[in-house]
């Protein structure tokens, strides 16, 4: 009986604070404008393989506040897996979607006894929403809501009354590969306590600092050793609140944030000034589409804006990918890039949506080269961790420079062409033998490095000849056409080549073994395809279009089977094609180059509505930092850049009835007449009231703003895309 009245008691204040979100999300979505956040389901994405980041943030924050759990596994990279129940506590740092581990840093815990650790949650008594998050805690009875800046964390909680109101703030938990290494916490005055955490992991040197100021006066503070604090406040009524500033700079700055970002004391105004930034940058697209479509869209698009992360201070400085200070930086820096993922869809979906933040990426990726003596490939928090393969970066500033953005372009096509020269990651052996031998390379996985090298090889020459450098676009031109040199006639399939022209044997092309093939987190079957910078040279390898269309369709209607020893994040198969892993996202466009976009709209429309769901377990595969949903906004618009630089943007199939697409001060409004799930084929296209027949179109065009139309119908059009003038 006690448990019930206990748990009513707790639902009755959830429910105020459901209506509380409620009111907010109103206040946001007043003067005329829709409330976007309503739409958005944190929890999507927080169960299965998604990874996904649940918590307090703003968009592209640096503090992530949210809730961390015991490392249990791969599926705990975020911190959080909907499976568990058990807390260490609210950390100010996450990652959202990670195939690693990391962060996690300055772990609060409202606690009922100095030596409470961890403490336990029920699904039903915890909600989440863009810019809130609140939990009820089993054993010390404490409501817990968090809500945040860009640079700070506002933690709010209410204990039983009359109880003294205890927290312990742990210094050592971090996610996944991270370790503590040193770290410190001491008091100032009787409201106040700062520190730092030094740690290494997938980031092998982190450094953070913090101060956290409370709303009463501390009665107690014991310490076990540097890492853990056992705070102890007096008992009564009101809540116990504490702000919390970050910088990876100094403490002074922490403070400075913490002064500059959150002054005050008003809990709710922080929370309300998140959700309507939030809905600021949700409403960059209105889009009109039945219910659960919009959960899903929105949702998708709130994962896009998790990340990349703010990494300077309010005052510009920021610590540098050298490990040095930066002073009073002249552009916003950046952390937090998965390139090898984002630069499929992410990426080209922010060149229309955040035109005004192309600068400072470009910034960003510059002063990184200038620091580390090459552009980033997945950089967190000011280190370089080298995950992945080939030069992720290239394509993205590539596409940057080729869109028309404020960028240095000359500095940019220095700094690519520095990074493509480099000995290191098997360059040497790629300007040794014009490929790369696998039996040359310790860690092999030579096709997908190869593969990865040629397209941005083939970025970085579209600026060499952009900017009338003869000299590198010949050179990388000719280089990006090395992916020929893996294609095997006979089998038709990319192969692992060795230094004497042999391809490798034993060979499978379904075998996906992580870390001991020709192949990153994939077979032959899904990187045959990795071609997107020369999708007609590779079609002339098939022999013919006809021979092209006939594997690809293969690839759908093969059985699923990986072999006994799959890697885990081969995922959200469609015979072999694997919608869970970045390769595969712009192979099903790949049908619009052979005049048959038909085939395309079906298998979007397949993906689309069985692989994206409204659950926690509702993405197929690792969020990666925003790219799985990307793929998904750009989709469900009708468009995707295949190319990794450029922006010709490929038709697929929209459904969104209406969807207006604000880019800085150009709106691009996008109708599809007749849209519904029985209507997925493109009849026809009007571009500003013209007819259209190009299948495709340049960003170019759509960054004027205008109007495309789609005329949706039942049936494949005979006539829409298949003229080899109308293709991409």
Known sequence: MKKLVFLMACAALLLVHVQCSMNAQSSAASGGEDSFTQY????????????????????????????????????????????????????????????????????????????????????????????????????????????????????????????????????????????????????????????????????????????????????????????????????????????????????????????????????????????????????????????????????????????????????????????????????????????????????????????????????????????????????????????????PAIPVLADIVLKGFSVDGKAALEAMKQTAMVDGRSIGLLKKYGYIPWDKEPTNETVSKGLEYALADGALARVAKQLGDSVAYDYFYNRSLSYKKYFDPQTKFMRGLSSDGKFHEPFSPIEAIPGKQDYTEGNAWQYVWLVPHDVYGLIDLFGSEQAFAQKLDSLFTMDSYLGENAASDVTGLIGQYAHGNEPSHHTIYLYNYVGQPWKAAQRLREVMSTLYRVDPDGLCGNEDVGQMSAWYVLSALGLYQVEPAGGRYVFGSPIVNDADVRMGDKTLNIIAHNNSPENLYIQSVRWNGQPYSKSYIDFKDLQQGGTLEFEMGAYPSDTFGVNPDDRP
């Open 40 to 391: 958005v389901d944190p929890f999507i994405g927080t169960g299965g393989h998604g990874h996904v980041f649940i918590g307090a943030n703003v968009p592209f924050g640096f503090v992530q506040l949210g809730p961390s759990q015991q490392t249990q596994g791969w599926d705990w990279c975020s911190g959080y897996h909907y499976s568990d129940s058990v807390l260490v506590g609210f950390g100010h740092t996450h990652l959202s979607g990670t195939g690693v581990g990391d962060l996690g840093d300055i772990t609060f815990l409202p606690v009922a006894r100095a030596d409470q650790r961890t403490d336990k949650f029920t699904h039903e008594l915890e909600t989440a929403e863009p810019g809130y998050y609140s939990v009820h805690t089993q054993e010390a009875d404490v409501q817990v809501e968090l809500t945040a800046t860009a640079r700070t964390g506002f933690h709010r909680y209410f204990y039983p009354d009359n109880e003294p109101q205890m927290l312990v703030i742990n210094l050592k938990h971090g996610i996944g590969w991270d370790s503590m290494k040193e770290c410190g916490l001491q008091q100032q005055g009787d409201r106040m306590v700062e520190g730092f955490r030094h740690s290494s992991g997938w980031a092998p040197d982190q450094k953070l600092f913090f101060v956290a100021e409370f709303n009463k006066p501390l009665t107690a503070l014991e310490q076990e050793g540097d890492s853990i604090s056992v705070l102890t406040f007096e008992a009564g009524s009101e809540p116990l609140m504490a702000k919390v500033g970050l910088s990876a700079v100094s403490v002074e700055n922490a403070r400075l944030n913490l002064q500059t970002e959150n002054p005050g004391w008003d809990f709710d105004e922080v929370w309300m000034k998140a959700n309507t930034q939030w809905n600021e940058q949700l409403g960059k697209i209105r889009a009109d589409m039945d219910e659960e479509a919009s959960v899903i869209f929105y949702t998708s698009l709130f994962h896009t804006m998790t990340a990349p992360s703010l990494f300077n201070d309010v005052n510009g400085d920021y610590r540098g990918a050298d490990g040095r200070v930066y002073q009073k930086a002249d552009f916003t820096n950046y952390t937090t890039f998965s390139l090898w993922d984002t630069y499929r869809a992410a990426h080209p979906l922010a060149t229309l949506i955040h035109p005004d933040k192309q600068r400072d990426f470009a910034m960003t990726f510059l002063k990184i080269c200038e620091q580390q003596g090459r552009l980033p490939v997945w950089h967190l928090v000011g280190n370089e961790t080298d995950c992945m393969v080939g030069n």
